[in-house]
């Protein structure tokens, strides 16, 4: 594998290599747990998924690390409000967020929590202030002071020169080009949530956490970090300010960021209120592997505007991909070509090629959609033989091992959603688009396969009566027939 990557702190496409051996040390910004995740978050978490997948199809042993940002202000100011504790308010988003990235076919990341860690934090801030990279202020808070470190900017190319010494921020999130001294360690607030340590009550801030939870799990020096393009700055220059003051060392090798999805042209956020979650749509009756489609069908660092004529065409691409792996279990004539077995190769390469070109979806998407379309018309015309099949599933199953749509557990997915949906008073937001789907369902595979071999017996028989009253029924209950030259065919809606 010749992966090339583009790198955001030296802003080139580079050749990605491990820095020791043939294992990967990874680490991604994961959710802040005081809602439920938006198709955006998830944007980005497939991205690193999508990376994440291909290093493992290259043969890289992949130790992939991912925090739960479970304190965090917003996280400290709902809890309170709500009466409850950090643990109590953000367990129910945890939650949802894991059975989320489930059904979008997430690989588990290793899960390190904020507060579990946050002794470490106060040592490493203690670590710094003995240093002198950090001060505190009179009410017990703790700076980082980012005059000490003359590299700052270096990621988010920001040119600080001319900076207030001593100016600082208290909030995790703080305005672009705004350089200032920013928090560690934050003072306990009457009627927050606060921790006891070695520098004092308190609780960290946002930047701190990312800084020794990666550091802990991969080493001083790892070889990439991934997250959304905002968090670029502040977030991630501030780890590197951290980090490469405490150690000496360079911090993260690469720097990965997955570009803002959009909708209707804007950023798709919790603040503006353009968001859809993953089970917003479920219960308007889009499939979970649709949903996944649509999020890699443009290449990570392109921009991406959700669209519902979008998700369409997604689940169209998602069914012709399931038909065809469907159409290639079919029987076949003795035999084989030389197109088909070169056709299988070539797509095998292709896909290749264009995931190692920046993890580019859209090209690799397009490589299968022509070798499906090159097979069905030959398909058709009889001229693909049973010795062919072996060389056409490979290139299909490596897609898959990426792409990761052609299992079907979409069904049990939204069957989930929907009990959720109605243990949670939103019955009303349930469309009837999802009920079909989850009526259809009703039926088992076995109870259909039956079903559609009586009525080809009966159309045999030329009862067509019987045979138009059986695929009527079918229809009713959302199985789609198509008649192809391999026999009937069928799939759920
Ligand atoms: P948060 O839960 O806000 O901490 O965000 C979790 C991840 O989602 C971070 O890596 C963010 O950069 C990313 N993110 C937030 N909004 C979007 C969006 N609209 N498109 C892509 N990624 C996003
Ligand atoms: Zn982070």
């Not at 060392?249 to 804007?266: D, I, S």
Request: with cysteine; aromatic share 10%; proline share 3%.
């Amino acid at each position: 594998m010749a992966l090339r990557l583009f790198n955001t702190l030296s802003a080139k496409v580079e050749e990605f290599r491990p820095l020791v051996g043939n294992e990967v040390r990874m680490y991604a910004c994961g959710p802040t747990v005081y809602d439920y995740g938006h198709i955006g978050n998830f944007r980005t978490f497939i991205a690193v998924d999508i990376l994440r997948r291909y290093l493992q199809l290259g043969g890289y042993k992949v130790k992939h690390v991912m925090n739960i940002t479970d304190v965090d202000d917003k996280i400290i100011r709902n809890a309170a409000a709500a009466g409850l504790t950090v643990q109590q308010y953000t367990a129910k988003y945890q939650k949802a967020f894991f059975e989320d990235a489930g059904a979008l076919r997430i690989e588990q990341p290793q899960i390190v929590r904020a507060t579990e860690n946050i002794a470490r934090m106060a040592e490493f801030i203690a670590k710094l202030v003995e240093m002198g990279y950090a001060y505190k202020t009179d009410d017990g808070s703790y700076y980082f002071r980012i005059a000490k470190f003359p590299a700052y900017g270096k990621l988010s190319k920001k040119d600080f020169a001319g900076m207030e010494d001593g100016a600082r921020v208290d909030v995790d999130e703080y305005e672009k080009d705004n350089a200032r001294d920013f928090a560690l360690w934050k003072a306990p607030k009457p009627g927050e949530a606060s921790w006891d340590s070695v520098i004092g009550p308190g609780r960290p801030g946002w930047h701190i956490e990312c800084s020794v939870m990666s550091m802990q799990e991969l080493g001083e020096s790892f070889d990439l970090h991934a997250g959304g393009e905002d968090l670029i700055f502040p977030h991630h220059e501030n780890e590197i300010a951290q980090s490469e003051s405490l150690t000496g060392k360079p911090f993260a090798h690469f720097w990965f960021h997955a570009r803002f999805l959009l909708v209707e042209g804007e950023k798709m956020s919790k603040s503006a209120g353009n968001f859809f979650t993953l089970r917003d749509l479920v219960l308007k009756g889009y499939k979970p592997s649709t949903i996944r489609y649509l999020l890699t069908s443009v290449p990570y660092r392109n921009q991406l505007n959700f669209t519902f004529d979008g998700l369409q065409q997604a689940a169209a691409s998602v069914d012709r991909l399931r038909n065809f792996r469907q159409r290639l279990a079919g029987k076949f004539a003795d035999g084989s070509s030389l197109t088909m077995t070169t056709l299988g190769q070539q797509t095998s390469k292709r896909l290749r090629d264009a995931l190692d070109d920046d993890l580019n979806t859209a090209q690799g998407q397009a490589a299968i959609f022509d070798m499906i379309r090159a097979v069905n018309t030959a398909m058709d015309a009889g001229n693909v033989k049973s010795g062919d099949v072996a060389a056409l599933l490979a290139p299909l199953e490596q897609f898959d091992r990426i792409f990761s749509v052609l299992q079907d557990d979409d069904v049990a997915q939204m069957q989930r959603i929907y009990e959720w949906a109605k243990a949670e008073g939103r019955e009303k937001d349930i469309s009837a688009e999802l009920e079909e789907i989850l009526r259809s369902s009703a039926l088992t595979d076995a109870q259909i396969d039956a079903k559609v071999e009586q009525m080809v017996a009966a159309r045999k028989a030329r009862d067509f009566a019987t045979s138009d009253k059986i695929r009527a029924e079918l229809v009713a209950q959302g199985i789609l027939i198509e008649q192809t030259k391999e026999g009937v065919l069928w799939r759920r809606k």
